[in-house]
């Protein structure tokens, strides 16, 4: 909601908090799956909101596209074929694209006006769309990684919004199974897992139905995330054998340009805090 004095606030009720960016509203439209707004913030850059939700902001989206992508594609030995459900923002997709061994992107989002709008407002998360390895699908992701062939996928990144709306299919435990049949042998899956401060009890029971799935590990990473609620995120990584030490030459080629993202960061991202270790599968 934006206030007479031109602030965007974004409340969270069940956690009695708020966040909030100055700046004015630009556009705003509703989907035929949810409602999109887009403010110029005026230290933030651009802002996309979706059902009230901050999504994307110009100035802090580096921290969460970067370790959707990098640790995961960091890890697996050889991530040639490459889906992301969601991610129609294109950022995800754009740090997937960084990686040479990838031969084959698709990105599945089921709202292309989400794609559009960030070509018009962040061009630069949408560098990549035109490389010839994406695929920019708008369709179903549910429907999709259901219809997809069995092993074949090394990873599956879900580049969600909140378990709501049109999000809610994509944390369950028939999704995650679907995920897993399509994973190659040595595939890995990485799912956005919100707050483990603010949303303890979604962290906790999106690992539990990933190992109910048929995944014989879950292993989360945290990172810093400005405009979510908290101010840290999560992702976790489900997988079926002993996660291995990152390849510490993967992002060699383009490091440099990374803000975030290093060998470094990587390692600290898998350690798990005192403060949510009862979260945390001991599996």
């Excluded at 040639?80 to 992107?105: M, N, S, W, Y």
Aim: net charge negative; hydrophobic share 40%; with cysteine.
């Amino acid at each position: 909601m934006l206030n007479a004095d031109q602030w965007f606030t974004e409340v969270d009720e069940s956690a009695a908090s708020a966040f909030s960016l100055k700046g004015r509203r630009v556009h705003a439209e509703q989907t035929p799956f949810q409602h999109i707004e887009i403010y110029e913030t005026e230290r933030w850059g651009y802002l996309m909101v979706i059902d009230g939700c901050t999504m994307v902001s110009t100035r802090d989206n580096f921290f969460y596209h970067e370790m959707m992508s990098h640790p995961v594609l960091a890890t697996h030995p050889k991530p040639e074929q490459v889906a992301i459900i969601g991610g129609g923002d294109c950022g995800t997709l754009r740090e997937v694209l960084r990686h040479a061994e990838v031969k084959q992107a698709t990105q599945i989002d089921i709202d292309e006006r989400v794609t559009r709008l960030s070509e018009h407002y962040f061009p630069e998360l949408c560098e990549s769309n035109d490389d010839p390895r994406a695929t920019l699908a708008f369709d179903d992701g549910i429907a999709w990684i259901k219809n997809a062939p069995a092993n074949s996928l090394d990873v599956i990144i879900v580049d969600s919004t909140d378990p709501i709306g049109p999000a809610e299919g994509l944390f369950n435990v028939a999704f995650y199974r679907s995920c897993r049949e399509a994973l190659a042998d040595g595939g890995l899956f990485i799912q956005q897992s919100e707050s483990p401060l603010m949303h303890g009890p979604i962290f906790k029971a999106m690992g539990e139905a990933m190992r109910e799935a048929g995944f014989a590990t879950t292993t989360p990473l945290f990172f810093p995330q400005p405009i979510y609620p908290g101010g840290w995120w999560s992702a976790t990584i489900a997988h079926m054998e002993p996660l291995p030490a990152a390849r510490s030459t993967a992002t060699d080629a383009f490091e440099s340009t990374l803000q975030y993202y290093n060998v470094q960061t990587h390692a600290g991202a898998f350690a798990v805090p005192p403060l949510v270790k009862h979260l945390v599968s001991s599996d």
